[in-house]
């Protein structure tokens, strides 16, 4: 995390939900990590937190101009929180529906591009989401069950319990997992 980004984290005395929103949000030209995305879904379940995140968030896709990417990836964690976090988040994003669509409106260009267009076009896509009740609950519990699939799949191969101390390593040539402690 760049300097500047810690220094505020630290003078705004953020907390660590919010620095994560931070780094998932800012205005590096590479998208958020899935697994800082997981970590953010599942802080959504505490009841602090949920709060916490929920603000920056808001916060975040007030911006504008050059900080189109802080909206941006607001939106593209709040598709993924809906789909994988707590329930309220989804609840909350239909209260506050009209501060998402007015970013199907969003405009800014860059070096003759039109950077607006990838707000836009997740803005409209998390408004049809959020306005398709039965897809929402679908999307909800396909996410549930790749989460399952991924916890019992990282818990190791076969039978064998993965202590912190050991991991897998996958061998790309040949499509196998060893085991290594």
């Not at 896709?61 to 598709?79: I, T």
């Not at 999307?139 to 101390?165: D, M, N």
């Amino acid at each position: 995390m760049p300097m500047r980004r810690t220094l505020k984290n630290v003078v705004k005395n953020y907390t660590d939900a919010q620095v994560k929103v931070r780094e998932a949000t800012s205005n590096d030209p590479w998208g958020p990590s899935s697994t800082l995305m997981t970590e953010i879904a599942d802080l959504t379940y505490n009841v602090v937190a949920f709060t916490e995140i929920m603000q920056m968030l808001w916060k975040r896709l007030n911006d504008h101009g050059k900080n189109w990417r802080h909206v941006y990836k607001s939106l593209s964690v709040l598709d993924y929180i809906i789909k994988t976090g707590s329930e309220k988040v989804a609840q909350q994003c239909k209260e506050n529906i009209y501060a998402i669509q007015t970013l199907k409106d969003f405009q800014y260009t860059e070096d003759n591009r039109d950077q607006g267009m990838n707000v836009r076009e997740k803005a409209k896509q998390l408004v049809s989401l959020l306005k398709d009740d039965e897809r929402l609950r679908n999307e909800r519990a396909k996410a549930l069950k790749a989460k399952e699939r991924f916890a019992q799949s990282s818990q190791g191969v076969g039978s064998q319990p993965v202590s912190t101390s050991t991991f897998l390593l996958n061998d790309r040539n040949s499509r196998n997992f060893f085991m290594c402690s």
